[in-house]
């Protein structure tokens, strides 16, 4: 058995430029093999998915806004006409207002709460679906969370709830779509240079602290994830479901920092 993608097609939802981890995760999957289609939410980042999209050898693209049901119906409408079928599907999709990823959690509005979770939770719930309409033999959905899930991390506030959310959804989903041979993973990789990571305050210093501290003594990379990604959608992944699968460099198996990396007044 090979751990490839060949002769499987999926849709990546959520790439944002070269660094984000969607496109480290779909250029992996287009390297073992894959077919891949891509969504993008307005002519901004269409300008930036396009030609990532056509490095892979893909012209299919299609606009996605996640707060549409209209818009998503179109999404998986195209895919089931060009396609009839999916294999897998990424959703690499979260926002929250970086104006409230600053100050105190307590703070945290209704309107940014409940916008934060549509966008980062249940839209994952939401295309799954759809999804499941086009997986007709089984398939792969995979989603990504962050440690801050779990434990509080600085500055990440409304973020953690909605990733805690998020990784709830990924077990009921993967008992609920189960029994259709569907499996439902999430990727929590440690801190990583990306667009959405560099919205949060201190994203610098976490990144650092981590690095110094893991195991590893590496934070994840795209191709790390990438990988990751590309093992759970293939065959050899085939019972594996409901899992978080962190890639951080061990850095969530510590409960303190390094000796020599721990600061005090005196020792």
């Not at 002519?43 to 693209?61: I, N």
């Not at 998986?76 to 600053?102: M, Q």
């Not at 600085?154 to 959310?165: D, I, L, S, T």
């Not at 994830?225 to 460099?249: C, F, K, N, P, Q």
Request: glycine share 10%.
């Amino acid at each position: 058995m090979t751990i490839d993608l060949k002769g499987k097609r999926g849709l990546i939802m959520g790439v944002a430029n070269e660094r984000s981890i969607g496109w480290g995760i779909a250029k992996a999957m287009s390297d073992a093999g894959a077919e891949l289609a891509f969504t993008y939410q307005g002519d901004q980042l269409k300008k930036r998915v396009e030609p990532l999209a056509a490095s892979v050898g893909s012209d299919f693209l299609l606009e996605a806004d996640v707060l549409n049901d209209d818009s998503l119906d179109h999404v998986f409408a195209e895919l089931k006409s060009r396609w009839g079928k999916i294999d897998f599907l990424v959703h690499a999709i979260a926002y929250s207002d970086k104006d409230e990823l600053t100050g105190r959690f307590i703070n945290t509005t209704r309107a940014n709460f409940q916008n934060s979770m549509t966008i980062s939770c249940f839209s994952f719930i939401d295309i799954a679906r759809r999804a499941q309409d086009l997986m007709p033999d089984g398939g792969t959905l995979l989603t990504l969370t962050y440690q801050g899930s779990s434990r509080v991390t600085p500055f990440y506030n409304v973020m953690g709830v909605a990733k805690a959310g998020l990784e709830a959804a990924v077990r009921y989903l993967s008992d609920d779509l189960g029994r259709q041979g569907i499996r439902v993973n999430a990727i929590s990789p440690g801190p990583m240079k990306t667009l959405a990571g560099a919205a949060i305050r201190g994203a610098r210093r976490t990144f650092r602290h981590t690095e110094e501290n893991a195991p590893l003594r590496e934070n994840a990379s795209l191709e790390s994830v990438g990988g990751t990604a590309v093992y759970l959608a293939s065959d050899v992944g085939r019972h594996t479901t409901g899992e978080i699968i962190r890639v951080d460099g061990g850095y969530h198996v510590m409960g303190m920092p390094h000796i020599n990396n721990l600061q005090t007044s005196k020792d």
